[in-house]
């Protein structure tokens, strides 16, 4: 994320450009995706199934890592200086919150290959619409790999181990 950070710089990519343009046309609904109202549907029941489970652990990191996904965002980005129109932008808070989420709930599901796929079809379509709208797509990408490494120390914390079935 810092590698990706430094090495955009300040400005759009030609990437960038490719998937603004791309945003003006039915792509943009993706972004609907992201939109914390659902966001907060979807940790709501996560933490659901973790009560139900007596995951007292789990539950915790549901709700923290998304809440550190959208801290540690808004904290990066006058590190990086990036800005799009008025406000920083890179990483984006929107795509790290979105992983964050999803991966949690791959970890709620013991890391099951339908909870893999549907994790990161969501996360993928989210960072795409966030990604042609709201900011530079070098940003979403980013902010995905900010929330991945903030659910993977999670991951690691709660000492999880891939169970797949």
Known sequence: MVFLGLAVGSGSTQLDDWFHD????PVRHLRYLADQRLLVLIVLATLAVTNYRHRWRLAAA????????????RLLKPLFGRERGPAYAYPSGHAAT?????????????VTWWAVLLAVTYSVLAVVGVGA?????????????LGT?????????????????
């Open 22 to 25: 791309v945003g003006s046309g």
């Open 62 to 73: 549901t709700v923290a890592c998304p809440l550190l996904a959208m801290a540690l965002a």
């Open 98 to 110: 979105v992983v964050a989420v999803m991966g949690v709930v791959v970890l709620v599901a013991a």
């Open 133 to 145: 709208t709201f900011h530079y797509f070098t940003d979403t990408v980013g902010g995905a790999l």
């Open 149 to 165: 490494a903030i659910v993977c120390t999670a991951a690691l914390i709660l000492g999880r181990r891939a169970q797949p079935t």
